[in-house]
């Protein structure tokens, strides 16, 4: 029963985020200390688990519509969040610590929901899920995540032909410039390939980009007629901290690993060795097992609930939230990670 249940930890952060906007003050950062404080904090007293769904009960569970309303249920918890965020900062009478608090916290909230649960959702076959997903990313304005993501960084991960996938020695905040900026470029060019191969007009409604293009614009003219254009401003603020928190993921997920070139000058098959997995209970529950991502990668198509720990598969000494914020100490995480990836590529 906990196996399943234990799912419902993950709407803590969100609740924290609305009750840091209802009690404001020095609760305002609520989703911060939950995300940055709390979790961290118990993940070095918890145990990690290694456990494996066995494989006779992985189907039936892997078909459990209640996993998939857990994600579901996201989609009006996040936008009923930003209403009551947008809604209290035009009331006006806040602190500017106040207001930052609530930003932070809406942002991390964005990032967590608007972007990782989209993720799951955007690995889906289903066009209804796929909506959900980029109905989430709107709130980031990251909706060419949908693109690059599922076309790019699966087919290149743990190559320097990937944006996302961090390299040996590459400080975060480089590699934030070079994963965004990559990432936009390169879903450009997937959807101008896409619509080549298919003998479709490049610059058209045809193109997804163009549409999440204009969907984006419209969703901070929308903001901005309602609340006041001064409100366009707190909107970027959530969605580039949310989407910073997205790209600090990504940096930890597989900093420096590389797939090898076998003779053909193709890249070896992506294996569980290609991305650094945590079994810290917590992160794996607030991130709806993102931190199984070796498993991720080496089957993008299983649904989180069934991920699972590869023995061969890096491990870092530390959970997802508390690398993020080591991450953010260069020379400290070198210290901690160089010499483990270096064992990992030469061990391979």
């Known amino acids: 029963m906990w196996r399943d249940v234990k799912y419902l930890i993950a709407y803590i952060a969100p609740l924290a985020a609305y009750l840091g906007i209802y009690l404001q003050g020095a609760w305002s950062f609520g989703s911060i200390y939950i995300g940055f404080v709390l979790i961290p904090l118990l993940e070095f007293f918890t145990p990690q688990s290694i456990e494996n769904v066995s494989p ?65 959702l955007g690995h889906r076959s289903s066009w209804q899920e796929q909506l959900m997903s980029k109905v989430l990313l709107l709130s980031a304005l990251y909706t060419h995540f949908f693109i690059e993501h599922n076309r790019g960084h699966h087919k290149n991960v743990a190559t320097d032909e990937d944006p996302a996938s961090a390299r040996l020695g590459e400080a975060l905040y480089a590699f934030w410039w070079r994963s965004v900026s990559g990432s936009y470029i390169n879903a450009w060019k997937l959807e101008q390939e896409r619509l080549g191969k298919l003998e479709k007009p490049r610059w058209s409604w045809e193109n997804e980009m163009v549409r999440f293009t204009v969907f984006q614009v419209l969703y901070l003219l929308g903001i901005g007629l309602v609340w006041g254009w001064y409100m366009v401003g707190y909107a970027l603020a959530i969605a580039v901290i949310g989407f910073l928190l997205l790209e600090s993921v990504n ?98």
């Open 56 to 120: 006779e009960e992985e189907p039936l569970r892997a078909r459990s519509h209640f996993f998939d309303f857990l994600l579901y249920l996201n989609i009006p918890i996040l936008f009923g969040l930003l209403l009551y965020y947008f809604n209290t900062l035009a009331a006006g009478g806040l602190a500017t610590y106040e207001k930052a608090g609530m930003t932070l916290s809406v942002g991390l909230i964005v990032s967590t929901i608007g972007i990782n649960v989209a993720h799951e």
């Open 251 to 348: 940096y930890v997920e597989h900093y420096g690993l590389r797939r090898r070139k076998i003779p053909n000058g193709h890249y070896e098959r992506v294996s569980p060795r290609h991305s650094w997995n945590s079994d810290h209970e917590l992160g794996r529950i607030f991130l709806y097992e993102l931190t199984r991502h070796s498993d991720h990668h080496y089957k993008a198509t299983r649904k989180y609930q069934v991920l699972r720990h590869f023995d061969d598969s890096p491990q870092l000494p530390i959970g997802y939230p508390a690398a993020i914020l080591l991450s953010l100490v260069p020379p400290a995480w070198f210290k901690l990670m160089n010499e483990r990836a270096k064992g990992v590529c030469e061990g391979g």
